[in-house]
């Protein structure tokens, strides 16, 4: 079994900042991708960023520029730093990852999410 936990959400005003961390643990023999993705009110849940086990990094359109993913492989962890924030990025946002129990078959996890609020 695969746990996916974030942290670092909470509350902020527009043109702040917040990092947002996601730890996986149990059983893994190897972790390909892991992003974050994001589900606002009403709407559905959308990417925000990826980034592969070898480094290759995909941003959605509306956080090039403001946000950055990045790994620490040896930590099976994944975070996401996030300057400029807007009040349309308000969500919750979930960690996802594509891990390897064993060094077969990857599975697909997801986080619990975290509540990201930007409002003045």
């Known amino acids: 079994q695969v746990q996916l936990v974030e942290s670092g959400g909470g509350s902020v005003q527009p043109g702040g900042s917040l990092r947002l961390s996601c730890a996986a643990s149990?059983?893994?023999?190897?972790?390909?991708?892991m992003g974050w993705y994001r589900q606002a009110p009403g709407k559905q849940r959308e990417l925000v960023a990826t980034?592969?086990?070898?480094?290759?990094?995909n941003y959605a359109d509306s956080v090039k520029g403001r946000f950055t993913i990045s790994r620490d492989n040896a930590k099976n962890t994944v975070y996401l730093q996030m300057n400029s924030l807007k009040p349309e990025d308000t969500a919750i946002y979930y960690c996802?990852?594509?891990?390897?129990?064993?060094?077969?078959?990857?599975?697909?996890?997801w986080g619990q999410g975290t509540q990201v609020t930007v409002s003045s």
């Open positions: 149990g059983s893994i023999f190897s972790i390909n991708a």
């Open positions: 980034v592969t086990s070898g480094g290759s990094i």
């Open positions: 996802n990852a594509d891990v390897r129990p064993t060094g077969y078959m990857a599975y697909n996890y």
